[in-house]
């Protein structure tokens, strides 16, 4: 299968490592930014994509401010949902199919095993309905030409993420308090960019799927990692002492699941992805990219 794709939100963590991944061979990319296109501008959606003409469109543009979705819901709902339904309006008029990213906060996190795609979602939060409506507009797709990729926790070298955010307060701070009750799965931003470069070349059995990397951690163990190899990586100069809280101790806007693990084992068979990218060597070659942009995140 060849043919062009189209990817929202080029400066999202995923578009840009997505853009550095490269398109499989035989297929072109164009990346376009919000002020190329915004998707939540249903004329310019159909302006824009008429001219463009993919044959597949990857949608990483997303309201991603979790707790500020609390305090304005209907923004949250507009680009999350209202705007994938302008993608998919398209892609049914035109033939065009649809890979869509969404969040393991559709979950409420009381399970205690692995969600699967097929799990009932019950979101906590703004964000989390926000999303859930947004894989509901994708639904309307037949199953193939649209699809949607859950994920988890990312993060990369690029924008706004943990592992930037604890690098910064490490080189700041004396000390540093990360909660210790919500388990779930850093997932590297480049790890999801393969799994979507191989969406768009292999045809999707499936609707919905999930995707994140291998290690299953709380936020606290997740701050002790980055912090290991920050130094390794000679981005951090000194240890600081990090202490283990609970959430309730670290009130924020929104509610998050104390465990958001979902099981991957459709998405690794379906697109035969590698086993050996384990989240350690996702998280030390993230760690090194931020220390070659000068070591301060
Ligand atoms: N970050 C996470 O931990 C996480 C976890 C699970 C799932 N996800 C999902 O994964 C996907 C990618 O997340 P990410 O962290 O890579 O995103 P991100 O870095 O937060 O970037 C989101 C991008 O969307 C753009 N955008 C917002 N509204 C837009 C609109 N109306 N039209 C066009 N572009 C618009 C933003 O543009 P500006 O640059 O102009 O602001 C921004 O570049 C999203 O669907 C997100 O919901 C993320």
């Known amino acids: 299968m060849t043919g062009s794709v189209l990817v929202t939100g080029a400066r999202s963590q995923l578009a840009r490592c997505m853009g550095m991944a490269g398109a499989p061979p035989g ?23 008429g001219e463009g ?16 979705a609390e305090s ?18 398209w892609c049914e008029a035109n033939g065009a199919r649809l890979i869509h990213v969404s969040t393991d906060f559709v979950f409420d996190g009381r399970a205690s095993t692995p969600y699967l ?7 906590l939060g703004a964000y989390g309905h926000g999303k859930l409506a947004g894989e509901g507009e994708t ?6 030409q649209g699809v949607v990729v859950r994920t988890s926790w990312l993060y990369s070298e690029f924008g706004r993420n943990f592992v930037r955010t604890m690098l910064a307060l490490m080189a700041e701070r004396d000390e540093l308090a990360v909660v210790n009750d919500q388990i779930g799965c850093p997932t ?7 799994l979507i470069w191989r969406m768009v070349l292999l045809p999707p059995k499936s609707g919905l799927y999930h995707w994140r990397d291998g290690g299953v951690m709380s936020w606290y163990e997740f701050a002790l990692e980055i912090q290991k190899w920050g130094q390794a990586a000679g981005v951090l100069q000194n240890t600081i002492p990090i202490r283990p809280i609970a959430s309730a101790d670290y009130p924020t806007a929104a509610a998050r699941p ?6 991957r084992s459709g998405a690794m068979k379906d697109f035969d992805m590698p086993e050996e990218r384990d989240w350690r060597s996702e998280l030390i070659r993230v760690v090194g990219a931020i220390a070659e942009q000068g070591g301060r995140p």
């Not at 003409?53 to 500020?68: F, L």
């Not at 304005?72 to 309006?89: D, F, I, K, S, T």
């Not at 104390?258 to 099981?263: G, H, L, P």
């Open 117 to 123: 795609p097929e799990d009932e979602p019950a979101p």
């Open 27 to 49: 297929w072109r990319a164009a990346f376009l930014a919000r002020e190329e296109l915004d998707i939540a501008d249903e004329a310019q959606v159909q302006t824009v994509l």
């Open 258 to 263: 104390a465990y958001s693990v979902m099981d």
């Open 72 to 89: 304005e819901p209907e923004q949250a709902r507009r680009v999350n949902a209202g705007a994938v339904a302008n993608l998919v309006r």
């Open 188 to 194: 590297s931003a480049h790890s999801l960019a393969v």
């Open 139 to 144: 639904g309307k797709l037949p199953a193939g």
């Open 53 to 68: 003409a993919p044959d597949c469109i990857v949608n990483t543009a997303a309201y991603t401010a979790v707790d500020r």
